[in-house]
């Protein structure tokens, strides 16, 4: 079956550490996205990626990078830089980035920083 | 700015239908989609509109008119596992997603 998966679900980590997030896809899409959500908040675009070796940022880069250097994978660091990282972290895909943007949705990853 | 108003919360009975509003100003307008996300889940697409007036897609229709930076989804026949968040999104200018806050909407029996 296609689709996005997210590792893990759960996550806990100390202040002060970096953390990597994983985002596989099967799709074949070309352009990745993560998002962060916060509860009573709408998705909030951290980056995002149209192309192999390639990525933008988004609205709240900073404290996070990416990496994309295969179609199928966008990982995420949540570096010790990022000042309020407990969130819930998604990841999506979608076939092109241009008009009719649908994006699929991974299962997220919840991240906790004690 | 950009900005996406959809509200907080809404009630309704199992059964019933309800409409949830979504106004929104951005910068360009190339489509706006509605998901539907459960408690701890990703966010699902149900629908997309980039032409005025209603699509509808068994239960759930959705409704666009650009001149007025309006949209409404509407969901008949009210099922408990209908209780969700549902996400207006909007694809601006720069062919980005514009989101809302997400409405919460709660089935009673």
């Known amino acids: 079956d296609g689709g996005i998966t997210q590792s893990p679900k759960y996550l806990f980590r100390k202040e002060g550490q970096n953390v990597t997030l994983s985002c596989e896809q099967n799709l074949n899409h070309d352009a990745m996205y993560w998002y962060r959500q916060d509860p009573g908040q709408g998705l909030r675009l951290i980056y995002y990626s149209q192309i192999v070796n390639d990525f933008q940022k988004g609205d709240i880069a900073e404290g996070y990078s990416v990496s994309r250097e295969k179609k199928e994978s966008f990982p995420l660091t949540v570096t010790s830089a990022q000042k309020n990282p407990t969130a819930f972290y998604l990841c999506?895909?979608?076939?092109?980035?241009?008009?009719?943007?649908?994006?699929?949705f991974g299962p997220g990853t919840r991240l906790t920083v004690l | 700015g950009q900005n996406i108003d959809q509200p907080t919360e809404m009630t309704a009975t199992e059964g019933a239908i309800v409409q949830i509003n979504c106004t929104y100003q951005t910068s360009g307008f190339n489509g706006l989609f509605w998901y539907q996300q459960h408690a701890g889940e990703a966010p699902t697409f149900l629908s997309y509109n980039v032409l005025d007036g209603l699509e509808e897609k068994g239960r759930f229709s959705s409704f666009l008119s650009r001149s007025k930076g309006y949209s409404y989804l509407l969901l008949k026949e009210l099922q408990m596992k209908d209780s969700a968040s549902y996400l207006c999104?909007?694809?601006?200018?720069?062919?980005?997603?514009?989101w809302g806050a997400g409405t919460k909407l709660i089935i009673k029996p």
């Open positions: 999506a895909s979608s076939a092109f980035s241009g008009s009719y943007n649908e994006q699929f």
């Open positions: 999104a909007v694809l601006d200018s720069n062919y980005q997603l514009i």
